[in-house]
């Protein structure tokens, strides 16, 4: 669609929206008569959020207009951020505290008898991702807005996100997230913005208009894509940059010709599938689909995101500056297909050669690994691409070919390292290696905590590293305080501000200010009162969403994350049924009552973290059950562990359970997120926890197990772990009570797979680490009883945690990877 360049005295300026609580109530009047369209009497609380809603996006917007207004005019270098996904979390309560505007919202809200706090618990968070990555991505586009960097997110807008998980009878239930059913009052749908996006066919070579060959693409079949905006506003600036994220459309109602023949059905079907790209979210966290859709889908989003950037420099300027204006970030390989479509784009459509096509492609991709797990590392079994992308094929067997000759002069005869380096893995089923291919198109590679990106350099892409160690970097991951802290945590952010001083939300080294705190009995008194007022919040939710009654007085032990094995919920269940055990035998000397809480789903198809769930919550009924027991002990299953949820619960934990097998877990980010709320760790030297032990200090951070090298070690000589049942009759004791059936008296075999597994596989050596892990919450049981030791060690965690906002992640990308400038924009009224 033509630009009408004529109309140029219309000036966002002109608008004068106010930001105190009269003007936000006028704005929200107007919005619920001609938005909503709805008035008192007949509105509903869904009418009145998407009213505020709209207030607020309104002050979002003139800032948003400011920036991109600047960006365009001035050209900066921006981030583009490529993420199969983002869990952004609630909007309004987010938007209404980076805007700086609670406080009058809160009063025009009341102005009109309505409670705030209830229209933000009313939305529904989009759950357009799975975990920890999905997080990130969300905390770094906080970060990118608040530090005033240009950038722009491209995902999928996917109709259902990950399902809501209920629990009944005890398991896991998935429901479809429907989150669009209300509406969606943050997003923009951009009309005027269309890209079509191929799917098979052929490739032939024809001869251009300039007498030079090129290929040329007839894909068999074509879907549009179409974008939804949504603003992202920084923390006390104006810089508000955008997600973008791509749904599917079919480009015409019907297949005219199916239809004109009468096949109806057929007609439609196309329309169906092609619309079915953007339907769903996989599910799945630590494992690849492997499907046929979920291809389309990574190469639907990135195509989008790539013809998108090429239309808007090419509204300024010419196509060899796509490197200088955009840096793309590959979070993970879900969108390295990028790679192969940029060369496409650039040859294909705008007539470049190899090599500059090249050079540009491979100066503008930088690639994040947050996965060693094998199962998780992506490989398109060659058939299918060829099949789906047959043009893209072509051109990483070119990549191949060039990348695989450099490799040989380097190495001549090195056969066995050409043939891990391949990005084709001729093994078995010949797949192409998404990080391979991600690793050559790329300025920087890195990993997400040091050790991971040591793992990295050492295990998955060694052969690399050895060719180009300067492409490796690390970034350890962090998480955004003002939502994690200054949002959620109203009560200890007053109390922290109070101690530093403000700044602190943007400068959360300042935290360390807390310090000197930590010794003051008057400053820890009140430390404890906050967390304490906490627990009895969370209390009260879970007394009235879930039904049970835990007591805010025990230590609140808590580990929340996704269902995996590798993360261990199993170890931790084997210490409450150890507990269970002693109080059982009236051997409760030193144990400290506690509330255990596990939150976080299973993959739908993961039967086995199912049945993790399952006892979880068998064990949470037999101890309530049990009137000596449920005195010292409660175990809570709490459902449907999301953004919104996660947000009640960081303030309110004590210990942070973060005890995955050391090499396992990538980075964690739910373990910075507790800790920066005053939650002591127990946890194994793997991901960032190394980071925050360091950081922390090790007098307050509970350290046990194997580490890294150690798990090696054990393995490679090789584990048994029927022998350390046979030397440990406590843990024997334990596993047999859960395989007699005590905790599923109506299906006494219901458990024995999880015994069976971990007596004869194990193989995240929960059994190798429970003694060293029981005996280590020993300590944090003694701890627990030092008031005034625990209370300064949560202030002292607070204090020396600042380096994991995502704010320094960005600030480390900046420097090491995209080598961008801030754009400070003048206020806007
Ligand atoms: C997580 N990965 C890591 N993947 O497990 C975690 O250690 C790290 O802190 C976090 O990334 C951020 O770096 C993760 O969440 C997924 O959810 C993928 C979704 C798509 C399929 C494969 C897993």
Redesign the pocket.
Known sequence: MLVNRQAKDINADDVVLGSDAAAIRRSFVEKLFFEVAKFPGVATRNDHYLALARAVRDRILHRWIRSARTYLEEQHRTVIYLS??YLMGPQLGNNLFNLGIEGPARKAMESLGLNLDELIEHEEEPGL??????R?AACFMDSLATLDFPAIGHGIRYEFGIFDQEIVDGWQRERTDRWLRFGNPWEVRRFEIEHSVGFGGRTETVVDAAGRPRVKWTPARVVWGVPYDTPVVGYGTVTTNFLRLWAAVAPEEFDLDAFQVGEYWRAVDEKIRSENITKVL?P??????GKELRLEQEYFFVSCALQDCIRLLLQRTTIDKFAEKFAIQLN?T?PALAVPELMRLLMDEHGLGWEDAWRITSHSFNYTN??LLPE?LETWPLPLLARLLPRHLEIVYEINHRFLNEVRQRFPGDDARLSRLSLVDEQGEKCVRMANLATVASQKVNG?AALHSRLLRETVLRDFAELWPERFTNVT?GVTPRRFLGQSNPRLSSLVTEAVGDGWLTDLDRLTGLERLAADAGFRERWRAVKQANKERLAAWLHDTVGVRVDPQTLFDAQCKRIHEYKRQQLNLLHVVWLYQRILRGDVAGIAPRTVLFAGKAAPAYQKAKLIIRLATAVGETVARHPVARELLSVVFVPDFNVKNAQRIYPAVDLSEQISTAGK?????GNMKFAMNGALTIGTLD?ANVEIREAVGEENFFLFGLTAAGVEDVLRRGYHPRGVVESDRELADVLWLIESGHFAPGDPGLFRPLVRGLVEHDPFLVLADFRAYVECQGRTSKAWSDVVGWTTSSILNVARVGRFSSDRSIRDYVREVWHTRPVTLAPVT
């Not at 991702?129 to 999905?134: D, F, M, Q, R, T």
């Not at 799945?284 to 689909?289: C, G």
């Not at 877990?665 to 980010?669: D, F, H, K, N, V």
């Open positions: 199969a996904e991702g799975n975990g920890g990555l999905g990130l996989y799945n966290d630590a494992s690849t689909a993970d879900h947050h996965t998780a997400v991951n877990e990538a980075s964690g980010t991901g």
